[in-house]
């Protein structure tokens, strides 16, 4: 037996996501001491998604597995304490509670100033977790590192093949040109102005902004070819070019002025 909370509901959960094309899923296993002392537990396995992130699948893990508790799934014991749900994903563990008690107060923006993203699924974690009736605690653990945890990453895995969900978010995507990955330290925001190949086009609603990731296509700018996701109130699509301006902030990068598509 794992170093399990043998008063606890034990949750592992885990998301997955593939590339070409886009599409995720979800891992999630139930494990509790049953009254004989001995280990039990329940592998619960879920049809995939299309065209979502790594991020959108680790909190949907943790959100379907709160499901399944609610709805009192005949497969998981009902009478413990407590919940503990395990992810390896840092995003969630070190979030979870910004989601309760900083986030809502800062209009759903980081400490930073930039919008937070998956707004619906962080508001729907928190509501499963306030009507569940116990304390819910989240504890960060390394992939793969257990049984458990390399059970959820085969469920994972398994469920991101069988994608035919549709996609979360709405956000339209272009092939990018460059070879470069997306950093946020390759661009400096410097105020300058760029132009750049919009790869990737997302509306939040709650913000009233544009997350687009972008490609520096200036060819004497010493960011030639760099990328970026970025933020602005200006409305541009996936697959075209623009002349803009940044803003000089790289805790919260925002195109600020659009001077018009380039031919």
Known sequence: MENLDETALNIFTDGS?????????????FVWVGDDGNEESYDHEEIGYKGVTIQ?????????????VIKENPMIKKNTAKIVIYTDSIYVSSNQNNAIYNWPQNKW??????PVLNIDLWK???????????RVDFKWQKGKSSAH????????????TSAIRP?????????KKSKKSVSNNNLVMKGQRAIIRITSDEY?????????????????SDYFRSEQPIFSERLMSAGHEYMVRF?????NPRIIELYGEMK
Do not use: F, W
């Open 247 to 251: 803003n000089k902030n790289n805790k």
């Open 17 to 29: 996501m593939y590339s070409h094309p886009r599409k995720g899923g979800i891992g999630i296993k």
């Open 109 to 114: 923006l980081t400490k930073n100033g930039t």
């Open 204 to 220: 939040l609603k709650k913000h009233k902004l544009y997350k687009y990731d972008i490609e520096v296509k200036s060819k004497k």
């Open 56 to 68: 959108q699948m680790e909190l949907l893990a943790c959100i379907i597995a709160l499901r399944e």
């Open 167 to 175: 996609s979360i978010s709405v956000k339209n995507v272009r092939r």
């Open 149 to 160: 945890t390399k059970a959820v990453d085969k469920l994972a895995k398994k469920s991101a």
């Open 124 to 134: 729907e974690l928190v509501k499963l977790q306030k009507k569940i009736g116990k």
